[in-house]
């Protein structure tokens, strides 16, 4: 083993729930289920699927807004604490990470409900902090546009601090449940947490004391300045979306050394890059799955996306021209896989509907195409390079995308001897391989 | 059968899961499970118990701050929409209602919650509005005390009509999911709520549409003017507290009047009377149950929640001394059951120590000692003559006190022909005889 590859590395792998797979098109394949979005038994199955492949978590994004794209492609339409509360009573051993935004949510509940669901699950929730930025959602909210991007992550570091003060404002031994005394709690040990700060005043305690994992893992996905530093201070495991080894391996050694400033070492935080899969038996039955999903999304909902993308008008779409030298990105620095295509693009002159076809199985995440066998020899090769401690999977379809995942790729991992055969604790930081908090 | 009670009409039975039940002592028998508040399979049994009773519902009381009684008592310490999104998947048919408070959430968060449970639970939820007046919860969301009464009234009526609008901002049709033509839903039928008020404004559309039962079941239950209003205008089942038949009828036939304005029929809301039972196979062994556990509560307890219930100081309580003429409750209308418990120890010349001892196995509700046959009979009595519809009971211990009622009384309701023997339907609007929304 490689000396980049320290013996007590260990790979991690979430699945990303995405309703019905990360193609927009997946939703129009023969075997799929249209309405799976709602329908918890969708989920259930995903979960126990990826719990059969001993799966760090699964994990559901989230944005409390409907999506514009809804008239082409199934949505994120559960509630994520709600669904996953659920999904505790159908599982084990899997940890199970929501998403939940600090910029339309008091700390108060946010406390409770992961408490509640860490209790409810036996140790294994996750929150994934995002601060959402889009202005559908402030406007569910009472607000025009989001909250300023600096103000929102200051917002999300304070609405964190609060989140895990209340967390431990029951101290060991606090509850006592003592028949004879009469006793049932020491509120000695039961303190208000007393916070006044910029964005909150939260007087606390809260309703219940710490599960036994110690508190939710702390998740996060931060590409910008803002959102690293978030990260580096709160996060035990962090969702990236990088598209290269040099650019991931340099995001991670970022991460290590803002970490380091807030005394945490590079064992407090793992890497997760996001990775969608489209697997086939043979390297040319992937690509035919893959061209077959890309001739099923509409040309309407590409160039609508590609125009609201770009920020142009639809009518300034010209499919069989080449991209314009001129056209770019709205800077805000998280969308690299756009850049990058788009970059490409102009370089060698392809034209909107070319560019289209890059984009349109895309969004902000790599892509492989190809056999369970070169599926794991990149896993693989991410992980001893040390580009990312493990893979946020995304796949094509689900739940197919993930069963070929779980049945191809993972014994080959396994055999590999970088993935484990079973679990070996109970709850999502025993997974993650983090102590107690 | 009398002509006040029609043979439409159905006795509606619910439970209130507190913890380790009503009764402050609950916990300290020896059959008792000290920690089953923060244990989901405690509430799993209460669910499955109900159920096999084919009660309407189960039910959990909520306040978002840890209660000043958890020195001698249980108390609610897990979040209820996530409790029940988990008792979801170990119920097939019971419907599920959670307390969620209008003064420290955001109405589309709890449109969205409450419609992802009703998914999950395909058609089982319901939402019991309630504005939380206590200075504990408004210094755990950034203020010193609750907003003033009429203004928490004021904003819960806004926030449910802002989230019925929500549930319904899917209209019938909008989803399509049509493989052939690839349009996934139908954003025409998919619309904003625009909504523009005094508390909110919230453009929407919501991320679901209704579920199979319309939209989750509006429950309440204010006994001050306001409350009565919002009852009269939103709910669907009303949980009363009342101590005598006559009080209760009164109180049904002022909400039928109040809900008529708005349109609403007598059958849009039904009256569900809180009622705490201590059962025993004969009478003699209810009332030796009762001794028992009132024997288990600490004195020190009865005391600090006598002086808190009156407003005065812990030295002021001289307990073998009768209770002073000018004790009076401080106004605010919502506490019958102390206000005659107190009139009734002074009428009598009753000390501090007998009073405690009235006050300490209550809360506000109406308590039952007695066989099987002495509960149902009352309950038969409540429901003939119209004094409610059915009741929210809140056993005094659990799960004894249920398996008790399930197994004792629901029987001889059965053979009198006022319960049902089985579900007929699988919705909690079903089960409450109430009509699509």
Redesign the interface.
Known sequence: MPSHAPASRELHLNINMLHSGFVP?A??L?E?Q??A??D?AHYVRLAQVAERGAFDAVFLADT????DQ??????????P???L??L???TRRIGLIATVSTS???P??IA??F???D??SAGRAGWNIVTTADP?SA?????DVAIDHQERYARAAEFADVVKALWHSWQPGA?L?D?NS??????DR?QPIAHQGKF??????????PSRQGHPVLVQAGGSGDGRELAARHAEAVFSASESIDESRAYRRDLHERAAKYGRGPNAVSVLAGLTTIIGATEEAAYRRRDELMD?I?LE?SVKRLAGTLGVPLESIKLDEPIAQNLALPKNGTHTFFNTTLAAAKRTGATARELIREFAGGGGHRVIVGTPEQIADDIEHWFRTEAADGFNLMPDTLPGGLEDFVDGVVPILRQRGIFRNEYRGDTLRSHLGLGAP
């Open positions: 098109s939703w129009r023969p799929a249209t309405d979005l709602f918890v409390a807004a409907i999506s809804v008239q082409y492609r199934s949505i994120n339409a559960l509630e604490t709600l669904l509360a659920t505790a009573a159908h339309y949510n008091e108060y509940n409770r409900r408490a509640t669901l209790h409810i559908a406007r569910n909210f009472g607000r509850f449940g028949k009469g006793y049932f709690a020491d509120p039961i909150f005043s939260v007087h606390g305690p809260l309703t219940l004391p099923l509409p909902y």
